[in-house]
Each structure stands twice: as structure tokens, then as C-alpha cells.
């Protein structure tokens, strides 16, 4: 069963753009300026969907001069991964017994 935090987290990783953003920083640490290039938003609209990321634990953000960079955080996309994991598995359980009860 999901818990309000999980469901929460699945609500702002489901925007196209934040998933977007997600996907780039996956990849390397960047600047507002390089996610605005990149996803084609602008600037207030990218720090509005950075802003509700930094809240879900999702990025961190790294201060560097004049720049702000941001990162990924994994381990918050592991313990999604490990949910649906084990969903997954309870599901496949669930299947094997079916099929061993319509026998």
C-alpha cells in the first residue's frame, strides 16, 4: 500500500517537464541556465518545478558562484524502485497462487 509520502513523490515525479528534469540530471549536475536550454522552459516555469523537486527530496541543490547546480538524489528513486519492486513481486505471488487454486 502506498504511504502519502510515496503517492506524494509519484504526483511531482508524473509531470512531463520535472520527469524531464529528472532524466537530464540523472546524467550530470546542471545549472538553471543549462536546464532552460536543454528543456526549452523558461525560467520562472523551470524554478517552479525545481522548487517543488527540492521539497520532494528529489534534487539537491549545490551553490557555485553566481550558479546554483543541481543534482540527483538516487537514493530517493531507489526507495520508489524497491516499492514498485516489491509490488511487482507480491503481484507475481499472487498470479502463481491463482493459477495453483483454478487447477
Same mark, same amino acid.
Given at each position: 500500500?502506498?504511504? $502519502?509520502?510515496?503517492? +506524494?513523490?509519484?504526483?511531482?515525479?508524473? +509531470? =512531463?517537464? !520535472? #520527469? !524531464?528534469?529528472?532524466?537530464?540530471?540523472?546524467?550530470?549536475?546542471?545549472?538553471?541556465?543549462?536546464?532552460?536550454?536543454?528543456?526549452?522552459? /523558461?525560467?520562472? *516555469?523551470? $524554478? *517552479?518545478?525545481? !522548487? #517543488?523537486? !527540492?521539497? %520532494?527530496?528529489?534534487?539537491?541543490?549545490? =551553490?557555485?558562484?553566481?550558479?546554483t547546480y543541481y543534482k540527483l538524489r =538516487?537514493?530517493? #528513486? +531507489? $526507495?520508489? %524502485? $524497491?516499492?514498485?519492486?516489491?509490488?511487482?513481486?507480491? %503481484?507475481?505471488?499472487?498470479?502463481? +497462487?491463482?493459477?495453483? /487454486?483454478?487447477?
Amino acid at each position: 500500500m502506498l504511504i $502519502s509520502a510515496e503517492a +506524494d513523490l509519484i504526483r511531482v515525479l508524473a +509531470d =512531463p517537464l !520535472r #520527469l !524531464r528534469i529528472v532524466g537530464l540530471l540523472a546524467q550530470e549536475t546542471l545549472c538553471t541556465t543549462h536546464l532552460m536550454t536543454e528543456t526549452g522552459a /523558461r525560467q520562472t *516555469n523551470l $524554478s *517552479n518545478h525545481l !522548487r #517543488l523537486l !527540492r521539497e %520532494a527530496g528529489v534534487v539537491e541543490t549545490e =551553490p557555485c558562484g553566481r550558479f546554483t547546480y543541481y543534482k540527483l538524489r =538516487p537514493e530517493v #528513486l +531507489d $526507495s520508489l %524502485a $524497491s516499492l514498485f519492486g516489491g509490488l511487482a513481486e507480491t %503481484a507475481r505471488k499472487t498470479i502463481a +497462487d491463482d493459477r495453483k /487454486r483454478a487447477c
